[in-house]
């Protein structure tokens, strides 16, 4: 004891600094695309007319909704260093079933919840192969990525299945209370509890924890095939909740929709700062990031800017964040693997 | 430190354990037995079967065949809970800490305190007590809530000893905790370990630093190629004695292979 003490003043000073590091290390990238979103919003609003109006951002926060439900769910999944690719296809069969269902008569809320049901079973079944056969969650996800973007197909024939607009369930997609669109309202609450659960749970610290270090984890005598298999259902349920405020939005179920949405929302997470290789989570840099992605989409589009610029500038951004993450971030600690 | 009368119950003992890797006998038939209060230096060489015999133990590693006797009833574990949950337990040569994750974090992962009917976290008193736990160890970590990635060598071994400690534990499994050590840090390791077994807690300790088992440590285990070789008694046994049953030599040449 009487060793350590002769160390202390000089300890308090290292872990200090390391305190300063890390927080710094921690927060920097979302600091740093909160900066970006503040920057692309002043932009925007000095050269885009109708942009800084209410209802131009209500009506933005409303075409996020989809991405933001998903990223949310996604953030865990990225956060214990795995991925879902299929959660483009999940959209695509959640939302053309709903409308399928619908048409066959059945009570909007019946197709709700099974349509819920089925979302999670799809994530059911990539966490059982993923979790608990140790297939990597690429490969998996990627093959159901296939298979449900082909059974949407099937079930469609590839034509649009239209949803009768007075049921009440076209609400979910197309309602608003007291003026904000419900999908918006939606969106903030399921992020807000996955702000919750991943900061404030028992199972929020095991998927940071099984990101981190599974074995160490898996040591303290929790069941991290079940965590792992969880943050899979949670991104199931979500893509098919965005599925629903797609199509109802849209009126309309099309196996055509969710092309391309999985990499939309991958890139809305990682902006935020969360680390590909598991153990860092931001879930208000996932907000932040969702948020950024759906300004450049509508900003560009309110500037007359061909629709075509937005992947391509959505793409750059991407880049951009990687490479600070990795390159420039890296001083602060940020990352360690 | 503690007396072994005949009609005592062992604290533990395993029996006749087995696990093979593949063509590999990792374990073949190892018989242990640890007293309460006991402290026993488990060596030997690098892959004689130290570190899987004690996973074992701690249930990281379920053997082939074999008996553990816990307390006098025979148990076996399916996982590290289950061990955990007689007071077994364990910390790990690769020290197994989550490094994204907080001191506090670290130091109660797996059972966290909890509110509002153990759906939420009560990070408040997981700080308070991993600061009053901390200190009752003499363990100099100022900050509780920082990434255990950002702390040196030494502080994570002391928050990975911590972690086991701090849960009052009936058997405390030490793998290599003085190897990443500075001088003064083992020291207060092997205080600990005293402190420790005087409450009556059974330690194993596996180090290849022979100077610190006599030290502390009431008997000496040593392992030779997946089988437990000698079973000596620290205070009647030499160090060169040790070190030749090590490396399974009658005389000579015992330096050779150590360093």
Redesign the interface.
């Known amino acids: ?1 009487t ?2 003490r ?3 003043s000089q ?2 000073v ?3 600094s ?2 300063a ?2 927080h710094i290390g ?1 927060h920097a990238q979302t600091i740093a695309i909160a900066v970006v979103l503040v920057v692309l919003l002043i932009f925007f609003a000095f050269s885009a007319d109708r942009f800084a109006t209410t209802g131009n951002l209500l009506n933005l926060l409303r075409q996020i909704a989809p991405t933001l439900v998903v990223a949310t769910a996604m953030t865990f999944v990225i956060s214990t260093s795995g991925i879902d690719l299929s959660v483009g296809s999940t959209v695509a069969l959640s939302g053309s079933l709903l409308a399928i269902v619908l048409q066959h008569g059945w009570n909007p809320t019946l197709a709700l919840v099974a349509i819920l049901a089925l979302g999670a079973l799809i994530g059911f079944v990539n966490g059982w192969f993923s979790s608990y056969q140790n297939i990597p969650p690429f490969i998996v996800t990627l093959a159901m990525l296939s298979i449900m973007r082909g059974t949407a197909l099937r079930a469609t024939e590839g034509y649009s299945t239209p949803i009768d607009g007075d049921l009440w369930i076209v609400q979910i997609g197309q309602g608003r209370i007291a003026g904000v669109p419900v999908p918006a309202i939606l969106a903030v609450i399921i992020a807000l509890v996955g702000w919750l659960v991943l900061t ?3 199972f929020g ?1 095991y998927v ?2 099984l ?3 599974g ?8 069941n991290t095939r079940k965590v792992g298999l969880t943050v899979y259902v949670l991104t199931g349920l979500a893509a098919a909740i965005a599925g629903v405020l797609i199509a109802t939005r849209l009126s309309s179920g099309s196996s055509n929709a969710g092309t391309g949405f999985e990499l939309e929302v991958i890139t809305a997470v990682v902006l935020g700062g969360t680390s590909l290789f598991g ?2 989570a931001s879930m208000l840099g996932t907000i932040l990031g969702a948020l950024t992605l759906g300004v450049i989409a509508n900003g560009l589009v309110l500037l007359h800017v061909s629709p075509f610029y937005v992947q391509i500038v959505q793409g750059g951004i991407l880049l951009l964040a990687i490479f600070a993450n990795s390159k420039v971030w890296a001083r602060f ?1 940020a990352i ?1 693997k | 430190m503690t007396d072994q009368e005949a009609g005592r119950v062992d604290r533990v003992v395993m029996r006749d354990i087995r696990k093979r890797y593949g063509m590999v006998d990792a374990l073949r038939g190892v018989t242990l037995r640890v007293g309460p209060g006991e402290v026993v230096g488990l060596v030997g060489d690098n892959a004689a079967g130290k570190s899987t015999l004690m996973k074992v133990l ?1 249930g ?1 590693v379920v053997p082939d065949s074999g008996e553990i006797v816990f307390d006098g009833r025979p148990v076996s574990f399916a ?3 289950d061990a ?1 949950e007689l007071g077994i337990e ?1 910390v ?1 040569q690769d ?7 907080d001191v506090a ?1 670290n130091l109660f ?4 305190p ?1 509110k509002a009917g153990g ?3 009560d ?1 408040r008193k997981m700080h308070a007590d991993a600061r009053r736990h901390l200190d009752a160890l ?1 363990i ?4 509780t ?3 255990v ?4 060598g030494g ?1 994570r071994q002391a928050v990975a000893i911590a972690r086991a400690v701090t849960f009052g534990p009936k058997l405390l499994i030490l793998d290599e905790p003085t190897a990443a050590l500075a ?3 083992v ?2 390791v092997l ?1 600990l370990i005293k402190t420790v077994s005087a409450q009556d807690v059974s330690v194993i300790l596996i180090t290849h630093r022979l100077q610190d088992l006599f030290r502390v440590c009431d008997r000496l285990c040593v392992m030779y190629e997946g089988t437990l070789r000698a079973d000596l008694d620290a205070q009647n046994t030499s160090l060169e004695r040790l070190v030749s049953e090590i490396v399974a030599h009658d005389e000579g040449e015992k330096e050779g292979r150590r360093r």
């Open positions: 004891m060793a350590t002769t160390g202390t300890r308090v290292t872990t200090r390391a305190r590091n890390a921690r404030r749970t028992p610290r940071i924890g990101g981190s270090n074995e160490s984890l898996r040591r303290t005598g929790v153990g860092r600690g360690r | 701690a990281a996982s590290p809970k955990r364990m790990y020290l197994a800490l989550c490094d994204d994750i974090g992962l797996g059972r966290e909890r759906m939420m976290l990070v003499n100099r970590i100022p900050l809530d920082i990434p990635g950002g702390l040196s502080q001088v003064a840090e020291e207060t205080e």
